[in-house]
């Protein structure tokens, strides 16, 4: 299975949250790169930040699903 990243994120609980609404609409997702760990540099802007990983086949609709997550209305 390849994985590509589907979004980069500052906090590695922003990554969780979209993480979550993938898996409950059944998408396998993988979170990498752990932001806490770079705390003691933080100015350190070659960080590759957390990035929120899918299937590639899974792409197209994580996409659409990550859209959907950013433009509820609540």
């Known amino acids: 299975m390849e994985l ?6 500052n906090t590695e609980i922003e990554a969780e949250m979209l993480k979550i609404f993938l898996e409950t609409n059944e ?3 993988f979170v990498f790169g752990n932001v ?4 003691y540099n933080l100015f350190n802007t070659t960080s590759g930040g ?3 990983k899918v299937s590639e086949n899974d792409f197209g609709k994580a996409n ?3 859209n959907e ?6």
């Open 27 to 29: 998408i396998e997702a």
């Open 36 to 39: 806490l760990a770079n705390t």
């Open 4 to 9: 590509i990243t589907l979004k980069i994120f």
């Open 50 to 52: 957390v990035q929120l």
């Open 64 to 66: 659409q699903l990550m």
């Open 69 to 74: 997550f950013y433009n509820t209305d609540n």
